[in-house]
Every structure is written in C-alpha cells, then in structure tokens.
C-alpha cells in the first residue's frame, strides 16, 4: 500500500459529522482567545469596544459571539461559539445554546467570585450538565497541582453534579481541544453504546 | 514575491513546540493561529511536522542539545537570547517578533528545500506524494495522530540514524505512533490473555513497579518528608512532593531510557533516601550541578504507571471487578492514552469492569487497562469488590 493509497482510504473512511460546541465564562477569563487558538482557520469575532466598565479591564468584548470550525479525529467537524461575557447579553447564552452537544465553561481561578461566576452558568445550562455536556476549564492556575483543582471538584460534589474539572489555559490549542474533546465524549459514547 | 515565500504561504510549516515553558508555548501558539502572513501551522503531533522549535534557554534545553536530543539540522527552529553558532539549524533571536517568526519561516524552508535529497532518498520520494495531498489535510488532524490530536510531541526514538521530521513518510510516522503507543499501553492483549490474575505474561507483582514507589512517595510520604531520592543502577529520581516537583536524571523521550528505568525491579534494585527539613538543601544543591528532567510529580505519577505496567493488570486483580472513576483524571496535564477521554467519560459515569468498558468504548483492552493502571496510580480510581465469585 502506498503513501497514496493510505491517505485515500483514511479521508474516505471520514465520515463527516458536525457537532456545535459552546464556549462560555465571564469577562475576560479567554473565551474568545480559546475559540480563536482551537483552529487554524480566522475567527468569526463580534468584538468591539466596551461602553461600560468592561473597558477598564481591556480593550474589546465580545456582544454576539465568537465562532470557529474545528476539526477533530475521524472526521468530526466542531462548530465552536463563544458567547459574550458580560451579563446584559445573557440572553445569548439561551440562543447559542440550542442544539449544543457540548459546553465549555471557563473559570478564572484569580477571581474573587469564580464560584458565582460558575453558578451563574450553571443554571443557565442546567440540562446539559444532566446529559454529562458540560466540562469546566479552571485558568490562571499559578502552579501546576492537581490539588489545587480540589475545592472545584469538591463544589460540584456537594451539588451531586457530575462534572469534569481540568486546569486549562485558554491560549493553549492542546488544552482548549481537549476541553472540546471532553465536553463531547459522553455524547460521543452515546453514538457508539 | 519570491519562490519561498509562494511555497511557505502555500505549505506553511507545520511546526511542534517542545522544551518550553507553557507560558512561551501558548505565546507562540497565539501568534500562528493569529498569523494572517500563513507561514506556520500547529502540527497536530511530532509526526506530522517540519520543524521542531525548542527555547535555549529553558531550563535543561541547551543540556538536552548537547546530548544529542535534536539534530540540529534544517528541522529543528531554536529561539535563543544568544547567539548560537548553529548554522544547520535555524536560530531565532529573541525578544520574538512577528518581523523574526516571519524571517525564521522563510530561512528554515530555504534550508528544508536545500537538503541533500540522496541522503534519504525514500523517504524524500514518499514527502513528495505527501506534499501534493498535504492542503486538504492541513485542517484535519492525522487520523493516525488521532488519540494524540495535538499532545506535544513527547516520546522519540534513540536512534540518532533516523531521518528528521520533515522526512518521515507516512509509513514512518504510523509505525512510530504505533510504536509510542506500544510503549504506553504494552502490546496488543485480549481480555482472555488478562484474565488469570497470576499469567506472570500479563500480569505483574505491584511490587516490582517503579510506580508504585514513585506514587507512595508523591502521595502517601509523611508531611516532614520534603524531598526523596530514588536511586537506580543507572539513573535517579528527585521528587519533592510538596512542590510537586519530581527531577529524573534521564530523558523519557527515549525509548531505551523509558526502558532501563521503568523496567521490573526486584525491591533489592532499588534504594529510596528520604530527606527531612534539613537535608533539602543538600537535594537543591545536587539538583543546581546536574542538569535534570523536570515533571509535575502527579503527571509524572501517571507516566510512571504506564511505563513501569505497559498494558498489564497487576496481579491478583480480578478483572471482573467494577470500578468507577472518583473524578477526572486532570487531563490536560497528562499523557494521553488512545481513546482516553472516551474510557474516563465512561468510567466516571458509571461502575463498570474492563470488559464492559472495553465493549462500550470500542477500544483495545489495552487502552483500557493502561488508564485503569495510570489512575488506580494516581488515587482517582475506586475497585470495588466482586461479590459474583
């Protein structure tokens, strides 16, 4: 078999599926930088520059969203939405959530209110925490300890909720595919069971 | 605009970043994917790359180097604040720019295209055929680097006759996957292989698995214990539990190191010196003279268990035990396995024993029992009892 032949057969045996991945978090914890570095194709951005306090902490915001196409292994294409960060457009959230087979939510471990920040996603993507949909990235994690990630794992274990908890750093294409990747598998297994 | 520019916009390099910190990785991860000249690509694994870029000035990379761990020829990109007298490879100076990145694509395809072809012949034959379908790939991963989508490149050969990156075939770069992965995972078992809990083939006394000292030490040492040193014949292992820190004086990029130190050892093989308060110094100090391997010690933990059991279960163990997962496995500062996010979804969501998860997830029995080995490791993994024998 040649070179060929290999490449041939391994682009016919893909099977194109599309799944839509939500990217979620508040202001300024990297969503718009994790939906930009998971590919090589441009992002789709909404940025512009905030009229409200936001703009103490940079430059721009997103208002709409972010969008970008990802493809994993075997074929599967992910269309991948940031939603904006800011609370007076959480009626995004609902909207971009429609059809999602996976939620990344992003929490930045240097806030003082990451906890609230998390509780305020939660109830706004309850259903898919159910259907094992959401995985959460904790950021600026100052030194690399796997102990350091206890207290979120314990904050979902009191609330009986079953969800994934990994130290993730949004400017690393290694760690925002692998958040995407988590977010699908238990869907992903659904497919294959 | 010229030939080589034409080529890199058209084939921009695909590039892996290795022996770096994280923060400079993500720095550079964050200008390619924001690059809209289109001269680098992330390559989604070590084989499927052109260049590797390492930072010279990164804690052991010059050490690395001068051991012979990159050639230092047109496939290797080193970022320097020095200048380096390299001339084969190409040698970026820092501060970074966009300007430099820019003049260090152009360079490096310049010297990629001026390799001498006949040295490896074959191989350049098979790179041509690769490069006329390669733009349809450059947005979908390897399905060969599939369970590695884009891990950095962690584990190569010893053999310093094998040809660079740019000039593995496809071929090559399935067998050196598929080597890494033998590495990881052992060879090809079937549960039937698996099942008697004494098969000295399959199965393996705890004992004997650098691992579970390794484990005992990161997780299980007493709070006064600040630093412990495991010496072996031929290498040893710092490990400073408190600062999650473990210091290995051999590379684990190399399959024969990964061998020599991660072989069965009978306890009296082994010597492990325990350091108190007051001998922590001592340890800095041997650490400061001798250029070292550095790991997180729970990442470390977890590469241990799979190269010390290679796919095997430990004996004893009955392999219609179910177990479940107490929480994820902190993935992304992992090594991962095939198929690894797909067995932890399924192990954290329900009691279940390898058969069943082999048979949900669809993979080898190996890849399965190799994570079941990393997290039992790592404490993160419940066995419950069987009450069905």
């Given at each position: 078999m040649t070179d060929r032949d290999i490449v041939a057969e391994t682009m016919e045996a893909r099977e194109t599926q599309i799944c839509k991945v939500l990217v979620a978090g508040p202001v300024g914890v990297g969503k718009t930088t994790a939906v930009s570095v998971a590919s090589d194709t441009p992002i789709l951005s909404t940025e512009v520059h905030p009229s409200d306090d936001t703009q103490l902490q940079k430059e721009s915001t997103t208002v709409a969203m972010d969008f970008n196409t990802v493809w994993l292994d075997d074929g599967l294409k992910v269309h991948l939405y940031g939603t904006p960060g800011q609370k007076r457009f959480d009626f995004m959230w609902g909207v971009l959530a429609k059809g999602t087979a996976g939620v990344v939510l992003l929490a930045d471990n240097n806030s003082d209110n990451v906890f609230l920040d998390i509780q305020a996603y939660l109830d706004a993507f309850e259903p898919m925490i159910h259907k094992r949909q959401l995985v959460v990235g904790v950021t600026r994690m100052e030194n690399d300890s796997d102990q350091a990630l206890q207290p979120y794992r314990d904050y979902f274990a009191q609330r009986n909720m079953h969800v994934p908890v990994l130290e993730a750093d949004p400017r690393s294409r290694h760690d925002v595919i692998i958040l995407i990747r988590a977010s699908l598998a238990a869907d992903q297994l659904g497919r294959t069971a | 605009m010229n030939a080589v520019v034409e080529e890199a916009i058209q084939f921009p390099l695909k590039v892996v970043l290795t022996a770096m910190s994280e923060r400079r990785r993500a720095l550079i991860e964050y200008y390619i994917s924001h690059?809209?000249?289109?001269f680098y690509a992330l390559a989604e694994s070590e084989y499927a790359a052109d260049i590797v870029i390492i930072d010279h000035d990164h804690e052991d990379t010059a050490a690395r180097l001068e051991a012979g761990e990159w050639r230092p020829d047109a496939a290797l990109m080193i970022l320097s604040a020095r200048p380096l007298d390299i001339y084969s490879a190409t040698v970026v100076a820092k501060p970074l720019d966009k300007a430099g990145l820019a003049e260090a694509a152009k360079k490096a395809l310049t010297k990629l295209n001026q390799v001498d072809v006949d040295s490896d012949t074959e191989d350049y034959r098979e790179m041509t055929i690769d490069a006329q379908i390669l733009p349809k790939l450059t947005q979908r991963p390897d399905k060969f680097a599939l369970e590695q989508t884009s891990t950095p490149a962690y584990f190569r050969t010893n053999d310093a006759a094998l040809p660079g990156p740019q000039t593995l075939s496809t071929m090559k770069k399935i067998e050196r996957y598929r080597a890494k992965i033998d590495l990881l995972c052992g060879p090809s078992r079937s549960l039937e292989d698996l099942r008697h809990p004494d098969d000295p083939e399959h199965r393996v006394d705890p004992a004997k698995c650098l691992s579970r000292t390794i484990a005992a030490i990161v997780y299980n040492s007493d709070p006064k214990i600040k630093a412990a040193r495991i010496a072996l014949p031929d290498a040893d292992i710092f490990i400073l539990p408190t600062l999650n820190k473990v210091y290995c004086s051999l590379s684990l990029e190399y399959k024969t190191n990964v061998q020599q130190i991660f072989?069965?050892?009978?306890?009296?093989?082994i010597e492990v010196f325990q350091y108190q308060q007051a001998g922590v110094n001592e340890v800095i100090d041997t650490l400061n003279r001798t250029p070292r391997f550095s790991f997180s010690a729970h990442s470390f933990c977890w590469l241990s268990a799979l190269f010390s059991l290679q796919g095997r279960l430990p004996q004893g163990f009955d392999i219609e035990s179910a177990c479940k997962l107490r929480h994820w496995p902190n993935i992304t500062r992992l090594e991962l396995t095939p198929y690894c996010l797909e067995i932890v979804a399924a192990w954290s969501d329900r009691s279940a024993n390898l058969r069943q998860i082999v048979e949900l997830v669809g993979c080898e029995p190996r890849h399965a029992v190799s994570l079941f080995n990393a997290a039992l490791t790592i404490n993160v993994m419940a066995v419950e009892e069987n009450h069905d024998r």
């Open positions: - | 690059n809209k000249d289109g072989k069965d050892w009978e306890e009296s093989d």
